[in-house]
């Protein structure tokens, strides 16, 4: 089975950043930040502190860079999050040089996942997939070496083609896989 959409910048963004998150290496280096992040914020703080509050006792001063490091840890998760976006739309945005949307075209067959975009070719084995996940709005392959295809539910004319495409990969990947899996 066939499907062709186009895909806008915004929904490959989304589509890396769902592909990121199940990373393991990616969520240690999330947390990393996160703790480095408090932590910086709280010793340039408290040096700041101590270098020009001279009216406030040593614990007051502590106090002071302790809780500037809290909220610096509760902004941080967000901070991040807006940061890998905006980097990764500027990514795409020189890749995709200036065009709001690129053809994609993925293929389910014997042999794997095929996907065409930008004048480029890449197939996955059927044993290289992971997991298949479906969302609200796309069908999601995640390969066992970081890779993902994402297939976009609006290129199917119907539910029905959907649930056809769905029981098709499911087919494919359950006959490569000793732990067959249902969607």
């Given at each position: 089975?066939?499907?062709?959409?186009?895909?806008?910048?915004?929904?490959?963004?989304?589509?890396?950043?769902?592909?990121?998150?199940?990373?393991?290496?990616?969520?240690?280096?999330?947390?990393?930040?996160?703790?480095?992040?408090?932590?910086?914020?709280?010793?340039?703080?408290?040096?700041?502190?101590?270098?020009?509050?001279?009216?406030?006792?040593?614990?007051?001063?502590?106090?002071?860079?302790?809780?500037?490091?809290?909220?610096a840890a509760c902004l941080f998760p967000f901070l991040h999050a807006?940061?890998?976006?905006?980097?990764?739309?500027?990514?795409?945005?020189?890749?995709?040089?200036?065009?709001?949307?690129?053809?994609?075209?993925?293929?389910?067959?014997?042999?794997?996942?095929?996907?065409?975009?930008?004048?480029?070719?890449?197939?996955?084995?059927?044993?290289?997939?992971?997991?298949?996940?479906?969302?609200?709005?796309?069908?999601?392959?995640?390969?066992?070496?970081?890779?993902s295809v994402t297939v976009r539910k609006r290129a199917?004319?119907?539910?029905?083609?959907?649930?056809?495409?769905?029981?098709?990969?499911?087919?494919?990947?359950?006959?490569?896989?000793?732990?067959?899996?249902?969607?």
């Open positions: 089975m066939r499907v062709y959409f186009d895909a806008t910048l915004d929904e490959a963004v989304d589509a890396s950043l769902r592909a990121l998150s199940r990373s393991r290496s990616m969520r240690s280096f999330r947390w990393a930040d996160y703790v480095g992040g408090a932590i910086l914020t709280g010793i340039v703080t408290g040096f700041g502190i101590f270098l020009l509050s001279d009216h406030l006792a040593v614990q007051e001063r502590l106090i002071t860079c302790g809780i500037v490091g809290v909220i807006w940061t890998i976006k905006r980097r990764l739309r500027k990514y795409y945005a020189e890749q995709l040089r200036g065009k709001r949307t690129f053809s994609v075209e993925v293929e389910l067959s014997p042999a794997g996942v095929i996907v065409t975009q930008n004048e480029c070719t890449i197939a996955f084995a059927w044993p290289q997939v992971d997991v298949i996940e479906e969302s609200l709005d796309t069908i999601d392959f995640f390969m066992r070496n970081g890779g199917f004319q119907s539910r029905e083609s959907i649930a056809e495409f769905v029981q098709e990969a499911m087919q494919y990947f359950n006959s490569t896989h000793d732990r067959p899996v249902s969607a």
